[in-house]
């Protein structure tokens, strides 16, 4: 069985990021795999929240994968403090990951800063919570934007580990599901670093909930470069931009890969259309198109959230189908690894 699991953290400022690495991928797949879709707020907690925000956002991100067309009918969705599987086999994976693997997870250090020793526990053992969430569903593939690659490969090891450890075949060794043209949108004002939540600079990312004059303003103060676009010649035989390519122009090809992903065209398509225009024709061709694409979405959003109740009571019924799914195999590991049950 092809089984999906995948999260998105209540975090606030849900962005454009989210939607194209993560969220319209949930929802293309849902007709292809048996799906599950958690709103991780145990991963929030790993930095400060306010508790009242924090509700709020669970709801906000709920509403952002019902607006976006995932049917929590046929999928599972849910947030994940509702269901103690994620919690307990989070724990006995910490005493199967190396403290070695976990010092060279890139998140980590970029998100605990210069003084690492005030980060929280949780935020050093987050991907063994991640890990946990993947394979308490035995989830074999897991659709995430390219940041999240090495996360991955850590679950990868914990399976194997555990597999090799207590001699079985009991976890699935993951497959990652990294899709689309914009797999890595980049902040608005800066192309080196990602679109992220937590930027101080709200003119660096399109929130989901922004509405036209907003996307218009930051699509059109996005920092850009003098050259007029490029056409597809640059492109690698198979039609992929290569990396070293994108580094030359990376606000550019940020921009036209936001284009490709809303627009679901190739690369190649986009390169040709406005091979040789400059950014002024381009950016007024992107806002149309980002404003037709997000928009309705931030409406429904609003629409949803307007509504706790309704949200609460799809968050209760997920989880509900959660428990049932993630009990018998959190309660296989516990026999596996020795805990007794009397
Ligand atoms: N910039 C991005 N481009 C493509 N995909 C992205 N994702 C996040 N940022 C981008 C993907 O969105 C999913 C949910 O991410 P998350 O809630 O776990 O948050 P994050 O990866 O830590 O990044 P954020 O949302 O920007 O938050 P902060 O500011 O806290 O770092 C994941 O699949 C992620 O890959």
Redesign the pocket.
Known sequence: MKRIF????P?GNL?L??Y???IRNFVRLQHQYDCIFCV?DL?ALTLWQEPEELRSHTREVTAAYLAAGIDPQKNVVFNQSQVRAHAELAWIFNCVARIGWLNRMT?FKE?AGKHRENASAGLYVYPNLMAADILAYKATHVP?????RQHLELCRDIAQKFNHDYKTEFFPIIEPLILGA?????SLRDGSK??????PSDMSRINMTDGPDEIAKKLRKATTDPDLLPGPGLLAADGSLPDETRKTRPEAFNLLGIYAALADEDWAAVLTEFEGKGFGDFKKALVDLAVAKVGPIGDEMKRLTADPGAVDAVLRDGAERARALSEPILRECQDIVGLLRP
């Open positions: 995948s999260g998105v953290q975090t962005h990021g989210n194209l690495g993560a991780v991963h998140q998100k995430v934007g390219d940041d999240q914009a797999t890595r949108v980049m990602k679109m992220s939540k937590s930027d």
